[in-house]
């Protein structure tokens, strides 16, 4: 299950250099390819604002 991004999301960029397979792309609110997405839940360890959680 891919990892998705809310509106909390400030677009701090934190969770991109975390990623390991490119999955997340810049934006107002970051986004999460979930084809890419390999579950791993690092973007998400380190966002500052909670904003990343398992997508259902």
Do not use: L
Not at 38 to 53: F, N, S
Request: with cysteine; glycine share 6%; aromatic share 4%.
């Amino acid at each position: 299950m891919a990892y998705k991004i809310s509106e909390d999301c400030t677009a701090c960029g934190t969770c991109i250099d975390e990623c390991p397979v490119e999955a997340i792309s810049e934006g107002d609110i970051y986004k999460i390819n979930p084809d890419i997405c390999t579950d791993c839940g690092a973007c998400a360890d380190v966002c500052p604002v909670e904003a990343i959680h398992p997508a259902e």
